[in-house]
């Protein structure tokens, strides 16, 4: 029984022979095999960071603050606990100075100079990571 081989591209479909019409096809299913098998494993392709990049511009950003936060959670390991509850209570909980150093029973102007100090020693663990 003769048929009549076609592959659809750009809209229309083109006669071709068996052999190039089983090529096309197996290639085709291919390559859904394997992005639905990378979907599956949580991959994805070059071709889609492309697609995101140009879909999203806060794509970069977002790798950005993400590597920020892990040099940053990596720099606060190196504190000792008392400066990393200051930088907790100052920067997460967001206490005004002057209430936390009533709470401390600190002058103002000593929290001030060791938040500067903290905040010193901070930048000093960023700049090696």
Do not use: C, Q, W
């Amino acid at each position: 029984m003769d048929r009549d081989y076609a592959v659809y591209i750009s809209g229309e479909f083109v006669p071709v022979t068996e052999e190039v019409y089983r090529a096309y096809y197996s290639e085709k299913r291919r390559e859904k095999t394997l992005t639905e098998k990378d979907a599956r494993h949580g991959l994805m392709s070059f071709e889609n960071l492309d697609a995101v990049a140009s879909d999203d511009p806060g794509v970069e950003d977002h790798i950005i603050a993400n590597e920020t936060r892990e040099r940053l959670a990596a720099a606060l390991t190196r504190l000792n606990e008392t400066e990393r509850e200051l930088i907790h209570a100052l920067f997460f909980m967001n206490l005004p100075l002057a209430e936390l150093a009533r709470d401390l029973g600190i002058p103002r102007k000593t929290l001030e100079y060791r938040r500067d100090k903290v905040l010193a020693k901070l930048r000093k663990f960023l700049s090696l990571f």
